[in-house]
């Protein structure tokens, strides 16, 4: 039976990581499983990631300045004031932050390219209060370049192995579910995402590596400190189940996840 990492067994609040800390900020290495604040849409989850940061520090305010989906792991960034909260969060909506992440998806993408797709604001994403805001696509761009291909004997669809990649994927702007929907698009979905991917390959990795996660995790984050205008670099080496997935037999490797 395969481990669910994308809803975790409640045995108290997960200690996180800690990739960075300084007077203006906090960087910490989310799980896959974990909200980073608390939703209408999460009454029964009971630990979120913004929480278990305020705890670590004696309980002192933390505020988000970006987001990462549920089953996303990986770097996430809290401002320690609200001054730095703005400043961080101009960055991002400025596109001045430089975000790496690591994808397992379906089939064999070019070597590199570029997703140039408009999406639009997703419903979920909208207050309750911004009834009538128009849905009209935002442009959006996604670069990609793949680190390994892999093939397994496995019919999943009308041939009789199945075909996956490993990419390094970079989002130039911040849409909601950006590279899940980006992917999707060109028809490579990230393998383990139950909305914009395709169960039988979901089940089938579940199955195979006995745990089931969305397999998109935010490598790196590059942004201007507030204090000191500096390029800060924080990272967060991807956890134990990538190495099940990297244990598979059969990847050809193309070039490693860049750290520069």
């Known amino acids: 039976m395969a481990t669910i990492v994308d809803a975790p067994a409640d045995a108290g609040p997960p200690t996180l990581p800690v ?7 906090v960087a910490v290495h989310k799980p896959a499983g974990l909200l980073v604040h608390r939703t209408p849409l999460a009454r029964r989850d009971e630990h979120f990631a913004l929480q278990c940061v305020r705890d670590q520090l004696g309980g002192a305010h933390v505020y988000p300045v970006h987001r990462l ?3 996303t792991s990986g770097v996430l960034l ?3 004031d609200p001054a730095t909260a ?17 994808a397992f998806v379906r089939g064999w993408p070019a070597p590199q390219g570029e997703i140039d797709h408009a999406l639009s604001r ?9 009834r009538g805001v128009s849905t009209e696509a935002q442009p959006a761009l996604t670069r990609f370049r793949r680190l390994a291909t892999l093939e397994v004997d496995a019919a999943l669809g009308p041939h009789p192995t199945s075909r996956y990649a490993a990419l390094q994927v970079e989002p130039e702007t911040g849409r909601q579910h950006q590279i899940r929907r980006h992917l999707k698009h060109i028809s490579h979905p990230i393998v383990g995402d139950a909305t914009y991917g395709k169960g039988v390959h979901n089940r089938w990795w579940a199955q195979r590596l006995g745990l089931q996660r969305l ?3 935010a490598w790196s984050i590059e942004f201007a400190h507030p204090d000191s205008g500096s390029t800060l670099r ?15 037999p059969r990847w050809r490797w193309e070039a490693p996840l860049a750290t520069a």
């Open 69 to 71: 989906d549920r089953g």
């Open 234 to 248: 924080v990272q967060a080496p991807p956890g134990p189940e990538w190495e099940r997935l990297w244990a598979e």
């Open 19 to 25: 990739l960075h800390l300084d007077d203006r900020l």
């Open 86 to 102: 703005r400043q961080l969060t101009q960055q991002f909506e400025s596109q001045a932050v430089h975000k790496r992440y690591l």
């Open 122 to 130: 997703l419903e979920e994403d909208r207050p309750d209060t911004s």
């Open 215 to 217: 397999w998109l995790h």
């Open 78 to 80: 809290f401002a320690r």
